[in-house]
């Protein structure tokens, strides 16, 4: 084989670095600054409200050997068909988790998907669904995981092929997914109905396993809702349609019954697939919380 | 008989057979076997949890009656996990067999919880006897059953 000339090889280093600084450019982190959070007075108890809600405990739990198995200290691995990932501790350890974390940088994370540093999350972290989360409702979740006894607890780095660059990655990815508008508040319906579709939507993120996601990893929106494969890649997952017409839940007073009881009480379609533990979280929210869920969802044909 | 005639009753006749094999297959087949002593147990579920509900009243006779069928059911059922009886339609997780004694411990939790909520007679004891009982299955499901097929 001839070696190139040397003007092809400059050639081809050229097109090289055009590709690098074009992409570098494409995926540049766009945080939000500091003066674009408002002056707000945290609640925690809302705050705690919302952990629930999201059931941040179910994916950030303790690993296992964590001094404090029922705090969110991260770290038990969490699997997905590109990788395994760690999740972050969510104490307010300084070292490890976030207690140097400022509102920006927790709005950041949430709604945009970026580190402190500016480095992407994976989408792994629902951050698509709480995009649409209320600054204030972000702000009060902080202070309540700031409330919470530090762990130090160290994680091995996610286990994704090509991590540093697959990390840059996903801020192309980001250029399209949100481009997509986020989820909207209902303008229209009862009150209960409609604080449903945003516990659902924003906080609750039950799309990110109920809507099968198309080629680009972004929901299908045309299935929302309608069920699919299951993520961690066996089994499916049940559609949340039509669940009065396929007579899974006879009204809103029996599904929150079986949202608050889970198969304790012999409701036996919310215990596999992972959904025992988002059922113990959506258990604690007041019942009047678990009622509006209920009444959101069975509204879905 | 014509030849005709015999071929035809010879055909009929195998045919016969054949499905009688194959719906013998099938009842025999562990997996729709330990589906449809589950099936059971999920029935024997129902009037429970209209108790523990209060949509019906206490009722220790019909507390150990469905108790001791679903213990029944469930006794059943743990012998119906033969090595190689998961994939196909079926919701066994493929962890049952790598992980035996984690299921054998999650499946004999479940039947000391039905043996123990088939002796309550007294209606303070019930929702705890009941949610040991739901939180066996749940334990268990959560760890070795898929969500759907």
Redesign the interface.
């Known amino acids: 084989m001839r070696l190139p000339s040397r003007r092809t090889a400059a050639a081809i280093a050229f097109v090289l670095a055009v590709a690098a600084v074009g992409f570098g450019w494409l995926t540049q982190p766009d945080p939000l600054p500091a003066s674009a959070i408002p002056a707000h007075t945290a609640e925690r108890t809302n705050g705690e409200l919302l952990y629930r809600a999201g059931s941040c405990f179910a994916c950030h739990k303790a690993a296992q050997g964590a001094p404090d198995p029922a705090l969110p200290s991260g770290g038990t691995p969490f699997k997905t068909p590109i990788g395994v990932f760690y999740p972050q501790n969510l104490t307010p350890d300084p070292e490890t988790g976030l207690g140097r974390w400022s509102e920006a940088d927790f709005v950041n994370a949430m709604t945009r998907g970026l580190a402190p540093d500016g480095r992407h999350y994976f989408p792994a972290f629902p951050y698509m669904a709480y995009r649409a989360m209320r600054v204030a409702d972000l702000l009060d979740l902080r202070a309540y995981l700031m409330s919470l006894p530090p762990v130090k607890a160290v994680h091995p780095s996610h286990s994704v092929p090509q991590l540093g660059l697959a990390r840059r990655g996903v801020g192309l990815w980001k250029r399209i997914a949100l481009a997509r508008p986020p989820f909207a508040p209902a303008t229209e319906g009862s009150d209960s109905w409609k604080r449903g579709a945003y516990l659902v939507n924003a906080p609750g993120h039950c799309g990110e396993c109920h809507t099968p996601k198309n080629w680009l990893m972004l929901e299908d929106l045309g299935r929302y809702l309608a069920?699919g494969p299951?993520p961690g890649g066996?089994?499916?997952?049940?559609s949340l349609r039509g669940l009065l017409a396929r007579e899974k839940y006879e009204d809103a007073s029996n599904l929150t019954?079986a949202l608050q009881?889970?198969?304790?009480?012999?409701y036996?379609d919310?215990?596999?697939?992972?959904?025992?533990?988002i059922q113990e979280n959506l258990a604690k929210l007041p019942a009047s919380d678990v009622r509006a869920i209920a009444e959101y969802l069975l509204s879905l044909k | 008989m014509s030849l005709t005639k015999r071929r035809l009753a010879f055909f009929a006749g195998l045919s016969i057979v054949m499905v009688g094999a194959w719906g013998a297959a099938f009842a025999s087949d562990p997996a729709h076997q330990r589906h449809e002593a589950m099936e059971t147990v999920q029935e024997s579920f129902k009037p429970l949890r209209a108790i523990a509900v209060k949509e019906t009243p206490f009722d220790a006779a019909v507390v150990k009656k469905n108790a001791t069928t679903i213990l029944e059911k469930l006794k059943e059922a743990h012998g119906l996990f033969p090595e190689g009886s998961g994939g196909g339609d079926s919701r066994a997780k493929a962890e049952i067999w790598s992980d035996r004694a984690g299921f054998d411990t999650a499946m004999k939790n479940a039947q000391a919880a039905a043996t123990a909520m088939a002796a309550v007679t007294d209606e303070t004891a019930y929702v705890p006897a009941m949610k040991t009982l739901g939180g066996a299955c749940k334990a268990c499901h959560d760890k070795y059953r898929l969500p759907q097929q």
């Open positions: 069920g299951h066996e089994g499916k997952v049940p019954l009881n889970g198969e304790e009480l012999g036996e919310l215990s596999s697939g992972g959904m025992a533990a």
